[in-house]
């Protein structure tokens, strides 16, 4: 089993430095992948967030689901 960032560190793990991130661990999105990332992971964003989604390419529109959150990025898997 894999534990996203708030079974590891609690719910306040999205709220850093007073900012909190526009997305949080479980969440879903209908996205669009936009851009690659340098380890060839898809990049899709929401609200301007970026979220890297592996096993995409540029252009898929997928659902995903996040599981881990970082104060600038979240990972998620693809759910579809």
Excluded: S, W
């Amino acid at each position: 089993m894999t534990l996203g960032c708030d079974e590891l560190f609690g719910n306040d793990y999205n709220r850093i430095e007073g900012h909190t991130t526009p997305i949080k661990v479980g969440d879903e999105f209908d996205v669009k992948i936009e851009d690659l990332g340098r380890d060839g992971d898809g990049i899709a964003r929401v609200e301007g967030f970026v979220i890297f989604v592996p096993g995409t390419a540029v252009g898929d529109e997928v659902k995903i689901k996040i599981n881990a959150t970082q104060p600038k990025f979240a990972f998620a898997d693809k759910i579809e």
